[in-house]
Antibody
Framework: QVTLRESGPALVKPTQTLTLTCTFS??????????VSWIRQPPGKALEWLVL???????YYSTSLKTRLTISKDTSKNQVVLTMTNMDPVDTATYYC??????????????WGQGTLVTVSS | SSELTQDPAVSVALGQTVRITCQGD??????ANWYQQKPGQAPALVIY???NRPSGIPERFSGSSSGNTASLTITGAQAEDEADYYC?????????????FGGGTKLTVL
C-alpha cells in the first residue's frame, strides 16, 4: 500500500533553514507521470501548496515562496527532501507531503502523509 | 496567478443535500479536486477529475462543474461528514505552473 511519512525538526529558530524529508513506499518516483509535492497548513488556516517534483526531476515552485524553497529527490531511497531558508514565525505550520499519481490532469493528491508540525520560535 | 474561492462555512440538516462551491478562472480549463479534513487529520481526497471517487468514498459524494465554478455535492449528509472541505486545481496561466487550493469550507451537519 502507498504510504508517505514526513520527518524533520519540530522546532526551528527564526532565520534558520528547515529541512524536511518525505519517505514513501508503495510507489516509485521514477514511474512516468508520478509526482510528490509539499503542502503546508498554518494552525487553523487553509492548505497552501509549496512545491512539486516529478518523475523526470522537473520542479515547480509556489511563486510566493520560490526564492526560499528547494526540492530534491533520491529515487533509490524513496525520499523527497524540502529545504526552506530564512524561517519566520509565520512559517509555523503542519507540513505535508502528498503524491500526485500519473495521468492527473488537475493535479490531485491521492495519498498524504500524516503531517509534521514545525514551530518557528526563538 | 489565479485563485480558488470557497464560502467559509456551510450548514446542512442531517440527511439533506448540501452543495459546496469553488470558484476560479482556472476551473474553466481544469477540473477541481476535493478533500475532506477532520480535526487533527491529514486531508483525504473525496472527488477528483470530472467526478471520480477514490475507493472507499461513499456514493453520496459527487462533483460537478460549470464555467468557472466547481461543486461538491453531498446527497444525504451524515454526521460524520462534518469537516472542512478544500478544493484544489492547477493553474498554468502564463509561463508558470501553479497548484491552487481554495480557502476551505467548514461544513456543519445540524
Amino acid at each position: 500500500q502507498v504510504t508517505l511519512r514526513e520527518s524533520g525538526p519540530a522546532l526551528v529558530k527564526p532565520t534558520q533553514t528547515l529541512t524536511l524529508t518525505c519517505t514513501f513506499s508503495g510507489f516509485s518516483l521514477s514511474t512516468s507521470g508520478m509526482c510528490v509535492s509539499w503542502i503546508r497548513q498554518p494552525p487553523g488556516k487553509a492548505l497552501e501548496w509549496l512545491v512539486l517534483i516529478d518523475w523526470d526531476d522537473d520542479k515547480y515552485y509556489s511563486t510566493s515562496l520560490k526564492t526560499r524553497l528547494t526540492i530534491s529527490k533520491d529515487t533509490s531511497k524513496n525520499q523527497v527532501v524540502l529545504t526552506m531558508t530564512n524561517m519566520d514565525p509565520v512559517d509555523t505550520a503542519t507540513y505535508y507531503c502528498a503524491r500526485i499519481p500519473p495521468n492527473s490532469s488537475g493535479y490531485h493528491f491521492d495519498y498524504w502523509g500524516q503531517g509534521t508540525l514545525v514551530t518557528v520560535s526563538s | 496567478s489565479s485563485e480558488l474561492t470557497q464560502d467559509p462555512a456551510v450548514s446542512v440538516a442531517l440527511g439533506q443535500t448540501v452543495r459546496i462551491t469553488c470558484q476560479g478562472d482556472g476551473l474553466r480549463n481544469f477540473y477541481a479536486n476535493w478533500y475532506q479534513q477532520k480535526p487533527g487529520q491529514a486531508p483525504a481526497l473525496v472527488i477528483y477529475g470530472k467526478n471520480n471517487r477514490p475507493s472507499g468514498i461513499p456514493e453520496r459524494f459527487s462533483g460537478s462543474s460549470s464555467g468557472n465554478t466547481a461543486s461538491l455535492t453531498i446527497t444525504g449528509a451524515q454526521a460524520e461528514d462534518e469537516a472542512d472541505y478544500y478544493c484544489n486545481s492547477r493553474d498554468s496561466s502564463g509561463d508558470h505552473l501553479d497548484v491552487l487550493f481554495g480557502g476551505g469550507t467548514k461544513l456543519t451537519v445540524l
